[in-house]
Nanobody, 128 residues
Framework: QVQLVESGGSLVQAGGSLRLSCAASGRAFSTYTMGWFRQAPGKEREFVAAISWIGDSTAYADSVKGRFTASRDNAKNTVYLQMNSLKPGDTAVYYC?????????????????????WGQGTQVTVSS
């Protein structure tokens, strides 16, 4: 079993920054590809970012590219999402997710179906 706990969500003004954290329990965290997704009210869950198990590959949604950065510290079983230049459109519940099955980092990780475990989410609200 893997448990994921997100933290760091908050209310922030447009143009501000936040860093989300996702702490994982369970063995072999360093072998998981990790993803970040978000869901705004009335909208479907959407891909934000993904990072390979060793952290050498990342991918981002076009809407956050250049503003968000995913990173991980396998010694701490934690993955991060640094969010800069936040916009009101970034307002959503942010979820981290872990993929235990796929062996290669690929475009499959842009979809929720690639992930086996999910956190409970953390709210990010960006005011204008």
């Amino acid at each position: 079993q893997v448990q994921l706990v997100e933290s760091g969500g908050s209310l922030v003004q447009a143009g501000g920054s936040l860093r989300l954290s996702c702490a994982a329990s369970g063995r072999a965290f360093s072998t998981y590809t990790m993803g970040w997704f978000r869901q705004a009210p009335g909208k479907e869950r959407e891909f934000v970012a993904a990072i390979s198990w060793i952290g050498d590959s990342t991918a981002y949604a076009d809407s956050v590219k250049g503003r968000f950065t995913a990173s991980r510290d396998n010694a701490k079983n934690t993955v991060y999402l640094q969010m800069n230049s936040l916009k009101p459109g970034d307002t959503a519940v942010y979820y981290c997710a872990a993929d235990l099955r796929l062996k290669s980092f690929s475009s499959a990780h842009y979809t929720p179906e690639a992930y086996d475990y999910w956190g409970q989410g953390t709210q990010v609200t960006v005011s204008s």
